[in-house]
């Protein structure tokens, strides 16, 4: 179950001595008594005191809900999943109210960095549909998905397999190797039927994907926040029915994955702020 911090129960402790995190560079401000950023700390157990990282892990979990808040990315998604631990439930949404909340389906598996959906075991998450509340941010003609890719794997075993999609497997699909044996493309579509290629011949599929649908005409494809495909004549046609990770239509595939979310379509700062946040929060959180 990937929960909201506001379902999970509270553990309200005092800061006490938390230490001095990063090594000793300063000494960290403990968290506020109240608001939404403490909510977030004390339903994942804070302050952490069966961990011998404490200091260190409230820093990042802290820094990470501090930056995505300063960067404006709260008011533009609607679901930021990051992991603080090594359980299910530390795949946590780190949006105050956010939108969505998922479940792992099928035997996925929590590893190192996050979640790995696995297609043997026709693993997969729902990030929306059916019975999941309504979105806010993500609508017709401005939408994106995203997500921090560990484990993409090879063209030979993830040739034409998606890392989002729906149940038609129509109007949203982002598949990292695409092209037959060779993968040497990516392609995307979101909320319409036509699909950008972006060329990624003898490059790593690891790190930040995002696709979004920036008006009723304009999809765009980034891999670590580079353009590698876009359209300004691809017409929006239908909005996405579901949200899938790690499955589109009937085929479901193995990805490993520190962080993922959806929401509205991103400028440029917003781009950069989540790569960089998602890059930073999976180099320092382990079990």
């Known amino acids: 179950m990937l929960y909201k911090f506001q379902d999970l129960p509270g553990k309200f402790s005092a800061p006490g001595n938390i230490g001095n995190p990063l090594t000793n560079i300063r000494p960290m401000i403990p968290p506020p008594e109240q608001g939404d950023h403490r909510q977030l700390l004390n339903a994942l157990g804070y302050p952490f005191s069966g961990f011998a990282d404490a200091p260190f ?14 960067a404006g990315l709260f008011s533009a998604l609607d679901l930021a999943c990051f992991r603080t ?26 590893y190192d960095h996050g979640i790995k959906t696995v297609a043997a075991n ?3 998450l729902t990030l929306y549909g059916g019975s999941q509340p309504i979105r806010s941010q993500y609508s017709l003609n401005s939408a994106c998905v995203w997500a921090w890719l560990e484990d993409a794997g090879a063209a030979n075993t993830h040739s034409d397999t998606f890392l989002f999609g729906n149940s038609g497997g129509t109007n949203l699909r982002l598949a990292p190797w695409f092209g037959g044996s060779s993968g040497s493309n990516a392609i995307g579509r979101i909320n319409g039927t036509s699909q950008v290629v972006g060329s990624r011949s003898g490059l790593a599929r690891t ?7 920036v008006s009723a005409t304009r999809v765009e494809l980034y891999h670590n926040d580079d353009l590698i495909a876009s359209s300004d004549a691809n017409p929006s046609t239908a909005i996405s029915d579901q949200i899938w990770l790690g499955r589109n239509a009937a085929t479901y595939n193995d ?20 790569l960089r946040i998602a890059r930073g929060h999976r180099n320092v959180v382990t079990s």
């Open 207 to 213: 790190g930040f994907w995002l696709l979004q649908r």
């Open 122 to 124: 026709s693993s997969f």
């Open 255 to 274: 990805w490993g994955l520190s962080s993922f979310g959806f929401g509205r379509a991103l400028n440029a700062d917003e781009r950069a702020a989540l």
């Open 85 to 110: 631990g090594a359980t299910a439930g530390s795949l946590i949404d780190f949006v105050p109210g956010g939108a969505a909340a998922a479940v792992v389906s099928g035997g996925g598996v929590i």
């Open 57 to 70: 892990r409230t820093t990042r979990i802290s820094r990470t809900w501090a930056e995505l808040r300063a």
